[in-house]
């Protein structure tokens, strides 16, 4: 059982480390680069993407290795990455589709909108993973009043 506790702990700490890369891939260098990683290659972009996770993934499996050993409380961040999977995935989804619309209605100028809906994305995944994070904490370590 401790086994699959690791794989699964590695593997949602390997997709949040992964997804804060790929933000900053697909969202915030939008704004300070005129070229998109996607207007490359796309099938190479995700190539890149889902070699950089297996590698995060089994690095990852290492070190839940050592903390299995060493935390008491083990179980507890488990279930803290766990329980944040699902929700980053939402997050992943959703922000730049949320900064499109927003610029959209926002900025009649069109060249604008590229460089806002980038700037709002990546804001907006910002604020949502910060408040995910605290509700997963919330939930892993609940108050004790």
Same mark, same amino acid.
Not at 30 to 35: A, M, N
Not at 129 to 136: A, G, L, Q
């Given at each position: 059982m401790i086994i699959l506790k &690791?794989?699964?702990c590695a593997f949602s700490m390997g997709f949040c480390l992964m997804n804060i890369s790929s933000l900053g891939d697909f969202v915030v260098w939008?704004?300070?680069?005129? !070229?998109s990683v996607w207007d490359d290659d796309p099938i190479e972009w995700l190539q890149q993407k889902c070699v950089y996770? &297996?590698? *995060?993934?089994? !690095?990852f499996c290492g070190v839940c290795a050592v903390l299995a050993k060493k935390l008491k409380d083990f179980d507890r961040?488990? %279930?803290?990455?766990? %329980? *944040?999977? *699902?929700?980053?995935?939402?997050?992943?989804? /959703?922000s730049p589709y949320l900064g499109i619309i927003i610029a959209a209605v926002c900025i009649s100028d069109t060249h604008l909108v590229d460089f806002y809906s980038a700037l709002l !994305?990546? /804001?907006i995944s910002i604020v949502l993973?910060?408040? =995910?994070?605290?509700? =997963? *904490?919330?939930?892993?370590?609940p108050s004790k009043s």
């Open positions: &690791i794989i699964a939008r704004i300070f680069d005129t !070229s996770f &297996i590698f *995060l993934w089994i !690095s961040l488990v %279930n803290f990455f766990v %329980n *944040l999977f *699902l929700p980053i995935v939402a997050i992943w989804i /959703l !994305s990546a /804001l993973f910060m408040v =995910v994070v605290r509700e =997963v *904490l919330k939930q892993i370590y």
